[in-house]
């Protein structure tokens, strides 16, 4: 484990090697098949816009962000199994999953904070990393000169915890290189509203 960042505005930690090579692959071809991505529209500074990616949430409750509301899929065997060990590494509970499908380079996640109030005050924040590497940019809410970049690889979690939404927004960025799939899930629980 590597601890990113520690402190009053927040709690980083990434997990290099949370999957083996081998659960990874076999993950990444069932949530292929077995998901029911989409692509959804959000609102975003007023107007509805395509996001650059597929996803599905799947859990307990619904969740709204950007004007979107999603009613969850349900728990699949896979996804149950990748949840016992998000929480085992975590130390958190778990009643939800955003799993979001880059399909290349071109595919992304602009910036924001977890900070909807479904999450609660400070929420935990476990999202786990399969197929092609991509890079997480990280930047300081109050001063946007302090930002950490991290590769987030195959079978990597990253943990987000304590005051981390508050103080920080996340993004993956557009990337020109040529880059295969990647899908990523954020466990996450949240409080129905």
């Not at 859990?59 to 998000?86: C, F, H, K, N």
């Not at 904070?113 to 930047?139: H, M, Q, W, Y």
């Not at 109050?142 to 590769?151: A, H, S, V």
Request: hydrophobic fraction near 35%; proline fraction near 5%; charge should be positive.
């Amino acid at each position: 484990m590597e601890k990113i960042l520690s402190g009053d505005d927040g709690n980083i930690y990434l997990h290099h090697d949370a999957f083996t090579p081998s659960e990874c692959a076999s993950f990444m071809g069932r949530l292929g098949s077995e998901t029911p991505w989409r692509q959804e529209h959000l609102t975003l500074f007023g107007r509805k816009v395509l996001t650059p990616r597929l996803s599905s949430w799947h859990g307990d409750v619904a969740y709204t962000y950007s004007g979107l509301t999603m009613e969850p899929a349900p728990w699949t065997q896979t996804l149950t199994q990748i949840r016992t060990r998000a929480k085992q590494i975590s130390k958190a509970k778990f009643n939800s999953v955003l799993l979001n499908l880059y399909r290349d380079g071109k595919d992304s996640m602009s910036w924001h904070s977890d900070d909807e109030v479904e999450l609660g005050k400070n929420p935990v924040i476990a999202s786990l990393s399969l197929g092609a590497t991509r890079r997480f940019r990280l930047r300081h809410r109050q001063d946007k000169t302090r930002t950490i970049g991290l590769d987030l690889k195959n079978g990597s979690l990253l943990v987000m915890a304590g005051s981390t939404q508050h103080h920080w927004q996340h993004a993956v960025p557009k990337t020109a290189k040529p880059i295969g799939p990647r899908i990523n899930l954020t466990f996450r629980w949240t409080n129905p509203i």
